[in-house]
């Protein structure tokens, strides 16, 4: 049997986070989840490499996740970020952005092709 896979998703809102996490192991993916950028850091700083792909929302609450996607880039860059927005359009980030709001469909087959992009 494969290994199920890692997804980190980052958002300061409870609801969404939750909506995420069923809606990926519901998929067959693990879920880890970060409430802020700094937290998502902490994260994968500690992370020996589970963690095969982050979702994170550009707003969350007092900060923008650019820092977090900055590090991302720089030190993980093979580990695929969707940026989940209602602001922002595709292409303004280095990283994939979806607009909010996000059906279950489009997550997914996001999630299959961005890894498989990365090599998953």
Aim: hydrophobic letters at 50%; proline letters at 6%; charged letters at 20%.
């Amino acid at each position: 049997m494969a290994a199920r896979r890692t997804i980190l998703v980052v958002d300061d809102e409870p609801m969404v986070r939750q909506i995420y996490r069923r809606v990926l192991t519901d998929a067959g993916y693990e879920v880890v989840e970060a409430s802020s950028g700094p937290d998502a850091l902490s994260i994968l700083a500690a992370d020996t490499g589970s963690v095969a792909m982050v979702i994170t929302d550009w707003q969350l609450a007092e900060e923008t996740s650019e820092a977090l996607i900055t590090y991302i880039l720089a030190l993980r860059p093979p580990l695929p970020v969707v940026c989940v927005s209602g602001s922002i359009g595709d292409g303004v980030l280095p990283v994939r952005v979806l607009a909010k709001p996000i059906d279950r469909t489009t997550l997914l087959a996001v999630v299959a092709q961005e890894l498989s992009l990365a090599g998953g």
